[in-house]
């Protein structure tokens, strides 16, 4: 890594693992940003109650809890997202590891520079997790995807036998809000401004 000092001393020494793959066509790369307002958002992958040693762990000074383990066979889960890939179905896509769901969301739309509405409804109904794990949990092997509407149907078929849910949209005003079911009307548990995230990503302000 060329990242060798921290606060002006020396890292511990610390071991590189590159991985180097051949990309057969450049023009089917997909990067992070998220790119049109109306394209469906689709987390892939499980996420499970992991917090330990987490981002919000870190910053919270807490300690303890199930840290990150392996999924069962994701190997089979890549494939299938590469094979939609390879076939254009896919318009961005970005790791949730560090921070998790919400810190990917957040990130995609600061590269796009366009919101995005999340709904939070397949993790809390049909995993059953509590709201602060959807959010930051750094469950391995998952990602968000961004798929235009007319290309969901051919994603949906391409990633059968994995786990998928779509969880949003993209969104023309520039505001990330997640919102949770709620009685008589959905309730939002995170509204931001892409404004105030690219704010908070450059350090700048409080």
């Known amino acids: 890594?060329?990242?060798?000092e921290f606060n002006g001393s020396p890292i511990p020494g610390t071991l590189l693992i590159s991985a180097i793959g051949?990309?057969?066509d450049v023009g089917r790369t997909v990067t992070s940003d998220l790119k049109a307002p109306g394209n469906r958002?689709?987390?892939v992958g499980e996420t499970r109650a992991e917090l330990g040693g987490s981002l919000l762990q870190q910053l919270e000074g807490g300690s303890g809890g199930a840290a990150p383990g392996m999924p069962p066979n994701p190997l089979a889960r890549y494939r299938a997202l590469h094979a939609a890939i390879r076939q254009g179905l896919v318009q961005a896509a970005h790791d949730l590891s560090e921070g998790g769901l919400a810190v990917a969301a957040a990130e995609m739309c600061v590269a796009g520079r366009l919101g995005a509405q999340v709904e939070?409804?397949?993790l809390l109904q049909?995993?059953?997790l509590a709201v602060?794990?959807?959010l930051f949990a750094?469950?391995?092997?998952r990602l968000l995807v961004e798929v235009a509407q007319e290309d969901a149907a051919a994603f949906e078929a391409a990633m059968v036998g994995t786990w998928f849910a779509?969880?949003?949209?993209?969104q023309a005003a520039a505001e990330l809000a997640i919102t949770v079911p709620g009685e008589g009307k959905r309730r939002t548990v995170l509204s931001v401004t892409v404004e105030e995230l690219v704010t908070a990503w450059k350090g700048e302000g409080a």
């Open 1 to 4: 890594s060329l990242f060798n």
């Open 22 to 24: 051949i990309v057969p």
């Open 41 to 43: 958002l689709y987390l």
């Open 120 to 122: 939070l409804d397949p």
């Open 126 to 128: 049909d995993a059953g």
């Open 132 to 134: 602060v794990d959807a």
């Open 138 to 141: 750094e469950s391995n092997g």
């Open 166 to 170: 779509p969880i949003g949209t993209v």
